[in-house]
C-alpha cells in the first residue's frame, strides 16, 4: 500500500512540476509581451520629453554691428546704447549653424538647446566682415571697398 502511495505521490508532483513549468513559461512570454506593448504604447510620451529652450531675435534695425581694435565683433544696442563683445570663441562642436525658411542666421547651443536668430542681414553682414578680413589678410596691399 505503502509502495502504490508513493508511486502515486511521486506521479502526481511530477505532473504539478510539468503543469508549474508550463505556467512559468506561458507567464514570461506573456510578461513580455505585456512589458514591449506597454514601452510602444508610452514611447512616444518617453520620447517627447521636451527641453525649454530659450529664442532671442535680433533684428537689423535695432542693433549696429562693428568691429573693435582687437578684432573682436560687438553688436550695438540702438535704442538703449548698450553693447555686447563677443571676446570668447564660440567652437564648431558646441554649436549648430542654420539658415531658417526666411533666410535668417539661427545659432543652436548643443548643451542647453537654446537659439538665436538673426535677421538675414546680421548673417550677410558677419559673413562680409569675415570675408573682408580674410581677403585683407592675402592681399595686404588692397583694401575692399566698403558700402
Known amino acids: ?56 531675435v535680433v533684428e537689423k534695425q535695432d542693433i549696429i554691428l562693428a568691429v573693435d581694435e582687437n578684432q573682436r565683433l560687438m553688436l550695438i544696442d540702438k535704442n538703449t546704447g548698450n553693447y555686447t563683445i563677443y571676446d570668447n570663441v564660440v567652437e564648431k562642436q558646441d554649436i549648430i549653424l542654420a539658415v531658417d525658411e526666411n533666410q535668417r542666421l539661427m545659432l543652436i547651443d548643443k548643451n542647453t538647446g537654446n537659439y538665436t536668430i538673426y535677421d538675414n542681414e546680421i548673417g550677410k553682414t558677419i559673413f562680409t566682415l569675415y570675408a573682408r578680413n580674410i581677403w585683407g589678410q592675402h592681399n595686404p596691399n588692397q583694401a575692399p571697398p566698403v558700402k
Do not use: A, C, D, R
Open 1 to 56: 500500500m505503502e509502495n502504490k502511495l508513493k508511486v502515486y505521490w511521486t506521479k502526481t508532483s511530477e505532473q504539478i512540476k510539468k503543469f508549474f513549468s508550463h505556467v512559468f513559461w506561458v507567464v514570461l512570454v506573456l510578461g513580455g509581451i505585456g512589458i514591449g506593448f506597454g514601452v510602444g504604447f508610452y514611447y512616444k510620451q518617453i520620447k517627447t520629453v521636451e527641453m525649454p529652450s530659450k529664442m532671442v
